[in-house]
T-cell receptor, first 113, second 119 residues
C-alpha cells in the first residue's frame, strides 16, 4: 500500500495562478520529499523537508510539513505552462537499515497558457 | 540529465519471455533502486542494492531478480513475462543507503526509464 497519498489527483489551472498539492502519510517519517515527473520521463527531485522543519522554500516552490497531521503541501506560485507535470511526495520507510522512499500516486498538474 | 542511464529505452516482447533491463548509476553513487510504474499501481519500489549487495526488498515478484555488479551497474531480470508486467521500469541511484538514526535519506536521481510492453 502507498505510504503517501497526494490530493487532488488532478489539477488544472491557468498560467500565473498558484497551484497547491497536498500529501498525507500514515507513519512517522524522517524526511518528506517532493518529486516532479514529466510525462513518460524519470522523476526529478524538487525539495526535501526534514521532520523537524515546518516550511521550506526553493524558488517558486514552498513546502510545508505538519507532522501532527501527517501531511505536507507543495505550493507552486505564479505557475507556468512548463510546470505541467505530475508531482509526487515520497516518505522514507525503514527497511533493514535502509530508508526506502515510498511514493504516492501523484497529482497531475496541467497549467494552461 | 540526471547522470543515470538505462537501456533499452523501449522493449516489446511476448508473454512467457525473459528480458534484462540495465542501469548505470551516477558516478560515485553506490546505491541503486529499481521501481515499477504502472497506471493502476503507481510507482512501486522493487529492490535496492548497495555496493553490490541487496539491501532492501519491496514488492518484487519471484519471477523478477536483480543484481549489482562490481562496476556498480545493475540489471533487473524479468522472466515468464505476463501482460500485467507491462510498465515503465525506473532505476534510481543515490550516494548511500542511509544510516540508522538522524536524517539518513539522500536525494535519489532517476534514470529515464525503460518502457516494457508485453504482448
Amino acid at each position: 500500500s502507498q505510504q503517501g497519498e497526494e490530493d487532488p489527483q488532478a489539477l488544472s489551472i491557468q498560467e500565473g495562478e498558484n497551484a497547491t498539492m497536498n500529501c498525507s502519510y500514515k507513519t512517522s517519517i524522517n524526511n518528506l520529499q517532493w518529486y516532479r515527473q514529466n510525462s513518460g520521463r524519470g522523476l526529478v527531485h524538487l525539495i526535501l523537508i526534514r521532520s523537524n522543519e515546518r516550511e521550506k522554500h526553493s524558488g517558486r516552490l514552498r513546502v510545508t510539513l505538519d507532522t501532527s497531521k501527517k501531511s505536507s503541501s507543495l505550493l507552486i506560485t505564479a505557475s507556468r505552462a512548463a510546470d505541467t507535470a505530475s508531482y509526487f511526495c515520497a516518505t522514507d520507510v525503514t527497511s533493514g537499515g535502509s530508508y526506502i522512499p515510498t511514493f504516492g500516486r501523484g497529482t497531475s498538474l496541467i497549467v494552461h497558457p | 540529465d540526471s547522470g543515470v542511464t538505462q537501456t533499452p529505452k523501449h522493449l516489446i516482447t511476448a508473454t512467457g519471455q525473459r528480458v534484462t533491463l540495465r542501469c548505470s548509476p551516477r558516478s560515485g553513487d553506490l546505491s541503486v533502486y529499481w521501481y515499477q510504474q504502472s497506471l493502476d499501481q503507481g510507482l512501486q519500489f522493487l529492490i535496492q542494492y548497495y555496493n553490490g549487495e541487496e539491501r532492501a526488498k519491496g514488492n518484487i515478484l519471484e519471477r523478477f531478480s536483480a543484481q549489482q555488479f562490481p562496476d556498480l551497474h545493475s540489471e533487473l531480470n524479468l522472466s515468464s513475462l505476463e501482460l500485467g508486467d507491462s510498465a515503465l521500469y525506473f532505476c534510481a541511484s543515490s550516494v548511500a543507503t542511509g544510516t540508522s538514526g538522524g536524517s539518513p535519506y539522500n536525494e535519489q536521481f532517476f534514470g529515464p526509464g525503460t518502457r516494457l510492453t508485453v504482448l
